[in-house]
């Protein structure tokens, strides 16, 4: 603002200023929100995941060597998880740390 500013013009860029302050503040307490960032974060995840099952689920009933080679099948879906976790990372150590605690919480002893 320059001191030759008219009011209408003074007030026309207090109205700007004021726009920009409510967005700059809007995207941190986005930034902020841990728990709406991990529930967008899941939701991405369990997207890729139900998208990668179908796309497995499709290869391996194209092949018909699944039915006869086992294990051929079970290394072609390895290595396609693998290149998924190569291309992914942040999602495949979310799956890794939520399957962690799954299979930690499912072969706990309950206490006597």
């Known amino acids: 603002m320059t001191d030759a500013a008219t009011p209408e013009e003074?007030?026309?860029?207090i109205a700007r200023t004021r726009e920009e302050l409510g967005e700059?503040?809007?995207?941190l307490a986005a930034r902020a929100d841990l728990k709406a960032q991990a529930r967008r974060k899941w939701q991405d995840l369990r997207l890729q995941i139900v998208d990668k099952v179908a796309s497995v689920k499709g290869t391996a009933g194209s092949h018909t060597t699944a039915a006869?080679?086992?294990k051929a099948a079970v290394g072609r879906i390895g290595?396609?998880?693998?290149?998924?976790?190569?291309?992914n990372?942040?999602?495949?150590?979310a799956t890794?740390?939520?399957?962690?605690l799954l299979l930690g919480r499912?072969?706990?002893r309950p206490r006597s």
Not at 79 to 87: G, K, L, M, N, P
Not at 89 to 93: F, G, H, R
């Open 24 to 27: 700059t503040i809007d995207a």
């Open 89 to 93: 990372p942040a999602a495949a150590l």
């Open 79 to 87: 290595e396609q998880v693998i290149e998924w976790a190569r291309t």
């Open 68 to 70: 006869t080679d086992p």
């Open 10 to 13: 003074a007030e026309a860029e």
């Open 106 to 108: 499912a072969t706990k």
């Open 96 to 100: 890794a740390v939520g399957l962690g």
